[in-house]
T-cell receptor, first 112, second 112 residues
Framework: DTAVSQTPKYLVTQMGNDKSIKCEQN?????MYWYKQDSKKFLKIMFS???????INETVPNRFSPKSPDKAHLNLHINSLELGDSAVYFC???????????FGQGTRLTVV | DAKTTQPTSMDCAEGRAANLPCNHS???????VYWYRQIHSQGPQYIIH???NNETNEMASLIITEDRKSSTLILPHATLRDTAVYYC?????????????FGAGTRLTVKP
């Protein structure tokens, strides 16, 4: 069983569209994250949720709206997609008191 | 979080030890050293972390200098599957938040 799973793995869409990326973790963790890795391979934290509460928002445009319906899910909705949103998006999770975070396999978003 | 400096790239022969250095001269007393790696097209993977003592687990060893201003990640018997980008991250432990601030990392290439 995949610990942190993201869907879809690939997403190609046109500018201006709205899209969502889903993330689920079956590890029983209470904190989940979204990261963005751009074309230059820099990996940056976007959001962090603990027990469905937002605890980090790294000055991400408000076109990006994370939604956490429960502790096991953290979905990323993006409105009015722009070319610069093209990147690989990684979801991750961790458990309170533990040092490691577990990452999903990533979703490659291409905006054309 | 303290800044880290890593070499851009390194090569290692298969079966030999890979020693990856990291400088963190501005590290604070409450900051830990974390290592993650990212194999091509995969999400980052936690390797090891430490505060001031040397640490070893099934993946690697972490050697932290006495003044804590630098550290070395050691992969004792590198294999081709260890080819990846290795990230050294310095930050405090936070109970409910393991967000990582990734730098450029070191691209390790293990050669046959």
């Amino acid at each position: 069983d995949t610990a942190v799973s993201q869907t879809p793995k690939y997403l190609v869409t046109q500018m201006g569209n709205d899209k969502s990326i889903k993330c689920e973790q079956n590890l029983g963790h209470d904190t989940m994250y979204w990261y963005k890795q751009d074309s230059k391979k820099f990996l940056k934290i976007m959001f962090s949720y603990n027990n469905k509460e937002l605890i980090i928002n790294e000055t991400v445009p408000n076109r990006f709206s994370p939604k956490s319906p429960d502790k096991a899910h953290l979905n990323l909705h993006i409105n009015s997609l722009e070319l610069g949103d093209s990147a690989v998006y990684f979801c991750a999770s961790s458990e309170g008191g533990r040092p490691e975070a577990f990452f999903g396999q990533g979703t490659r978003l291409t905006v054309v | 979080d303290a800044k880290t400096t890593q070499p851009t790239s390194m090569d290692c022969a298969e079966g030999r030890a890979a020693n990856l250095p990291c400088n963190h001269s501005t590290i604070s007393g409450n900051e830990y050293v974390y290592w993650y790696r990212q194999i091509h097209s995969q999400g980052p993977q936690y390797i090891i972390h430490g505060l001031k003592n040397n640490e070893t687990n099934e993946m690697a060893s972490l050697i932290i200098t006495e003044d804590r201003k630098s550290s070395t990640l050691i992969l004792p018997h590198a294999t081709l599957r260890d080819t990846a980008v290795y990230y050294c991250i310095v930050r405090p432990r936070r109970y409910n938040n393991n967000d990582m601030r990734f730098g450029a990392g070191t691209r390790l290439t293990v050669k046959p």
